[in-house]
DNA sequence: TTGTCATGCTACAAAAAATGTAGCAACCTG
DNA sequence: CAGGTTGCTACATTTTTTGTAGCATGACAA
């Protein structure tokens, strides 16, 4: 499953996550994922722009098309997450 | 989102979605992984114990309902995935 | 009761990944 | 040209993961 070579490392779907509310650019998305590293932020940056998720526009980076659609998917687990952290 | 500290981390979504199709004991789990190292499969076994996700049962490792309802959250994104991969 | 096998899991040194801090280079804007 | 903003790199330190070996327990057979 190539989806989890790329989801599957750390702060991936946070930056993802943090994208989804408005653009963002380097610094500001940095401090958004609670100060990561700028090194791995930039690694993510790079796989997620090969991945064509992230591109990086005149208001920072942004998802693409495909990026929303997979974001669209990730709501779902978003929800599942809600419910789950409200039983416990 | 407590959901990301749960799920970004390496292997964590690879071992649900292995366990998707039927249970597995640690050894078969571990193969199904890719070989990954014990150490860690049993850290995020732990973990995913934890959270009620997946629980050790006399057919071995096996999601939990809790587990089988972000499996189903999570098919939305493996069926994402399987067009993405496609596109490529 | 003793040997064999399967299974869950731990130990631990080596390798890989992430962190945190500093700062460079390119680009504006005044 | 001076000063600020921004994307990103360098690099030593710390944390995480890997890979291999093997221990402990329990079921079963001889």
Redesign the pocket.
Known sequence: MALLDLLG???QLRVIWELSRKPL??????AACS?????????R??ELREADIVT?TDD??TLTTEGKNLLAEFMGLHDWAERWAKRR
Chains 1, 2 share one sequence.
């Open positions: 490392r750390r702060w650019n380097f610094r500001d998305l940095r100060d990561i590293s700028p090194t791995i932020l930039n690694t940056l790079t990086l920072g980076y």
